[in-house]
């Protein structure tokens, strides 16, 4: 199934992510230094198994797909974005998250109020630059991003964020792709990820 997911992946990157870096953001990815493939989504919250964090990413890139195809966001607001916009803000947004994720197990109390030892994934950044800016940092040392995909990746946690509440809204106001994605994140998290 892993399999299946990092294949999707490298299908969808390599139709769309034309640009200039790209392919050496795909090496690094790829690479043993990277744990994009295999990484969980979140420490113990949604996708918290292997290959989370590629499944996620996935999830998020066809809400995102689906959200630009709609009739009223094409034709009533009249939004538009490439295929390699969507790509990149879809399946990057979250790099933050490679490499900080480390294996562990945590007790618990099962359903008859006994403790038990289960897997679980303990975090630990070695390079805290929060959340959206991090996956900018990371991927604009590979490739350029345009405007609209680096604050759409910047501000895709939207309003849960902690702090720039201000600046959220105006990211919003003036990136329509920041809205997008952000909405497209949720409904991956709370919706397709959350179903037991």
Known sequence: MATD?????????????????????????T??????????????????TEGGLVEHSLNVYACLKEYCLRARVKNEYGLAF??????????????????????SMRNVKDKNGNWQSVPSYDYSDQLP????????????????????????I????????????Q??????????LALALSISDMEATYYIEARP
Request: net charge neutral; aromatic share 14%; charged share 25%.
């Open 5 to 29: 997911r990092k294949a999707e992946f490298l299908g969808l990157y390599n139709q769309f992510v034309k640009r200039e870096g790209a392919d050496k953001l795909l090496e690094y990815l």
């Open 31 to 48: 690479s043993p230094a990277c744990d994009f493939f295999t990484a969980p989504a979140s420490t113990r919250f949604h996708l918290s």
């Open 82 to 103: 490439t295929d390699e916009s969507i790509a990149i803000s879809g399946l990057l947004h979250d790099l933050c998250k490679v490499n900080v994720y480390q294996k």
């Open 129 to 152: 630059y929060g959340h959206g800016e991090k996956s900018v940092y990371i991927i604009s040392g590979f490739m350029k991003l345009t405007r609209e995909e680096a604050f759409a």
């Open 154 to 165: 910047r501000y895709h946690m939207g309003f849960s964020a902690e702090g720039e509440k």
């Open 167 to 176: 600046n959220v809204s105006q990211a919003f106001e003036q990136f329509p």
